[in-house]
């Protein structure tokens, strides 16, 4: 039986984890061999060997650290909002029964359009002085504002596209996770005179736990990745307002050709990613348990 | 039956050697056809050439002649024509694989440092030996940048784009506005022979007359990226700048250079229009066709789309001015074919073409930016264009770029230092000399 079962686990597993180790684990090893060399897209090879310098140089370059706090808030702001917004949409719609299907259908037609022409539209919209916001505005006097142009602005200006684009997955798997839940509790509960209120923080919360894990750590690590948007809308200006990690990854090794920063950034994002993945799957299987 | 056998093997292996002998034949023929350049259409018949072109009117123009070069030559051509913003990256990529999907690509005048320094280029030389091609035709600020490299032609120019300034003139002559200047300064307006800081005043004169908002005296393009840079180095040169000096060191630092982004910046705050901090070649270009500014430090090829767009209410008003300061940036493009295409015979063929002088006039008639002195020269075109004399005078009297091996990335450290000093992010000495250093570092 134990040998017929390790031939199980070979035909089975065997496969997957080739999948898994050339499609997952070799591209990082590779990106983890090439950022200690001091490789250009210039030249072929690796180039030499020059240890942690990469990663040294990093920490020194101020474009670098501005880029990984402007990532921070970037990813806290529009996942933070995306997710109160989702759920309370989400709630909504799971509550109503007339025209669901179709407010439903209304709400992710954003989710369907590539980042770059949300970018490119949300651009031309928001253009100071020939987009339709500031025309609209002018209606109540409120004279031409640069959205992408004032660096007060900038962020919160591509963060709101963000949002705005990102929301309908929010109530996508939100929505999935909703309609699972068991009616009785709620049943038990209204019985026993629990407000909505208590329901919703007493059942509901806890129910959709490992639902909310699953969303913010897949947007987390979306919103750590945004790069299209960015290059998009502002080439992460004005001056260093909108340059997020991923942009300055891109400058380095499609402008700067040097291979082994852009690599050794690349460690310094998965490094940033891995403790939030370990946080929320952490969370998620805590609740279960 | 073995004899039969035998014989049977040794056709087989004759009419294959005899069958195989006769391609090679067939190939070598096609490829000295068309390295003589007299190569007809049947050496050439049913191949395919990739192009990659910026999608600007230059290359508008080609594609409207192109179909001359395939019923000439019989090679389809695909044209890829990409915005600039993504063009490097695509160009870069292809360059470290084995083979290059693209057969001909344009560089721009600041990537032919690095790409010569990557040995991204294939030698030109002996194609132009073999058909005898006069370069000398073309100026020699132009074949300096995107012509020649250490003795290497890698490039043959396509088109210029020297910087100048462009002016809506019904503006620039209002007499309202021009007395309500000379009262205030005891002179008219004028586009001709003035300073930079000259430039400025009037430009911001002009916002403060009829408000920025509703018609601004300049529209610039402070969007980080190209944008910013190309433009910055007009006024840097204007105000005596140049990219060394007497030392050999960069002069990026210099008092020129700090004057002229402090001039840029607060022409952005008081004589631009708001939120030109962001703007980019099509913004301007907006700007300007809306009647919303009344003049840009821009590409003089600009001058041709400005006056032709239709169904614009000030078309036709535009006319070309030095770049203020008299010395403008210089910049343009080149032909060159991959060092890993797959068939860099057939991409001369097309560059051969696109570049000869009846093709270059043609495509100069309609629109497009020079390199060519006979075709600047050309009385039909002159006629057509007679501004072409003053691009010419831009042109010599310029600024190009010198060949160093990493130009690209060192215009990605200034674009970021001046879009940081525009913001008011940091300090511009303080900025500038980071960029300074690092292109000393080089």
């Known amino acids: 039986v134990k040998l017929q079962r390790r ?71 529009v996942v933070c909002l995306e997710f109160i917004f989702g759920l309370i949409i989400a709630l909504a719609l799971n509550s109503i029964r007339l025209g669901k299907n179709l407010m439903f259908t209304i709400i992710i037609i954003p989710m369907m359009i590539t980042p770059v022409a949300v970018g490119l539209t949300w651009r031309l919209m928001l253009h100071p002085q020939l987009g339709i916001i500031n025309y609209l505005l002018s209606f109540i006097g409120i004279p031409n504002i640069s959205w992408l142009a004032d660096p007060k602005f900038a962020l919160g200006t591509v963060m709101f596209v963000d949002i705005w684009q990102n929301i309908p997955y929010m109530v996508l798997v939100l929505m999935a996770g909703l309609v699972t839940l068991p009616k009785e509790p709620y049943e038990a509960a209204a019985i026993d005179g629990a407000s909505k209120i208590q329901s919703f923080f007493r059942l509901t919360v806890p129910m959709m736990m490992p639902t909310f894990s699953v969303v913010l750590l897949l947007r987390s690590i979306m919103s750590f990745k945004t790069y299209d948007l960015i290059y998009v809308m502002t080439r992460g200006g004005p001056g260093t307002a909108t340059e997020v990690i991923s942009y300055t990854i891109y400058n380095q090794a499609y402008r700067y050709l040097n291979t082994g920063v852009a690599a050794s950034m690349s460690i310094y994002l998965v490094l940033m990613i891995v403790p939030i993945a370990i946080f929320f799957l952490w969370m998620s299987r805590n609740r279960e348990n | ?30 490829g000295s056809n068309g390295g003589s350049g007299d190569g007809g259409s049947d050496s050439y018949e049913g191949k395919t050439i990739n ?108 088109y210029n784009y020297a910087m100048c300034m462009l002016y809506n003139t019904e503006i620039w002559a209002d007499p309202d506005l021009n007395a309500a200047y000379e009262a205030k300064y005891g002179k008219k307006l004028s586009v001709h022979d003035i300073t930079v800081a000259e430039y400025v005043q009037e430009c911001e004169f002009i916002s403060n007359y009829y408000g920025k908002d509703t018609l601004a005296g300049l529209v610039q393009q402070g969007g980080r990226g190209d944008p910013i840079v190309m433009e910055w180095l007009n006024w840097f040169f204007g105000n005596g700048g140049d990219w060394y000096d007497a030392n050999g060191k960069s002069a990026l630092n210099s008092k020129a250079a700090v004057d002229a982004i402090t001039l840029y910046k607060y022409a952005l705050e008081n004589a631009s229009p708001t939120g030109a901090i962001s703007f980019n070649l099509d913004d301007a270009q907006m ?37 203020p300061g008299g010395s403008a940036n210089v910049g343009s493009w080149g032909w060159a074919i991959p060092h890993n295409a797959k068939d860099p015979e057939l991409a001369w063929q097309f560059i051969k073409w696109v570049e000869s002088f009846e093709i270059a006039k043609e495509r100069a008639l309609k629109g497009g930016a020079p390199t060519r002195t006979d075709v600047f020269t050309d009385e039909e075109v002159l006629e057509k264009y007679p501004y072409y004399a003053d691009v010419v005078d831009i042109l010599n009297s310029g600024i190009g770029m010198p060949q160093f091996k990493d130009s690209n990335g060192m215009i990605e450290k200034l674009t970021t230092a001046l879009s940081e000093i525009a913001a008011g992010e940091k300090d511009a000495q303080a900025a500038l000399d980071e960029v300074a250093a690092f292109m000393d570092n080089m």
């Open chain 1, 7 to 77: 031939k199980d686990f070979v035909t089975f597993m065997l496969p997957s984890l080739i999948v898994l180790i050339l499609v997952l684990a070799v591209p990082l090893c590779y990106d983890l061999i090439v950022s200690f060399f001091d490789k250009s897209l210039k030249h072929a090879g690796f180039g030499n060997f020059i240890g942690l310098q990469n990663y040294i140089e990093d920490l020194q370059n101020d474009n670098f650290t501005g880029s990984i706090a402007t990532t921070w808030k970037f990813t806290i702001g």
């Open chain 2, 1 to 30: 039956m073995k004899k039969i056998k035998r014989t049977l093997a040794l056709v087989l292996a004759l009419t294959f050697v005899v069958s195989a002998l006769v391609g090679c034949g067939g190939g070598n023929n096609a």
């Open chain 2, 51 to 158: 192009v990659l072109l910026e999608d600007v009117s230059d290359c508008t123009y080609i594609l409207e002649l192109l179909p001359q070069f395939e019923e000439a030559t019989g090679i389809d051509v695909n044209v890829e024509a990409i915005s600039y913003s993504t063009m490097h990256e695509k160009v870069a990529a292809q360059m470290v694989s084995s083979t290059n999907s693209y057969d001909v690509i344009i560089v721009d005048y600041y990537w032919t440092g690095e790409f010569a320094d990557a040995g991204w280029m294939y030698p030109l030389d002996e194609f132009i030996a073999a058909d005898g091609v006069d370069t000398s035709v073309y100026l020699e600020p132009i074949m300096a940048q995107n012509g020649v490299t250490d003795g290497v032609t890698y490039q043959l120019p396509y």
């Open chain 2, 287 to 323: 700007m300007m066709v809306d009647g919303k500014a009344a003049s840009m430090i821009n590409y003089n090829w600009q001058l041709a789309t400005l006056n032709n767009m239709e169904n614009s209410a000030t078309a036709g008003k535009f006319a070309l001015a030095a770049a």
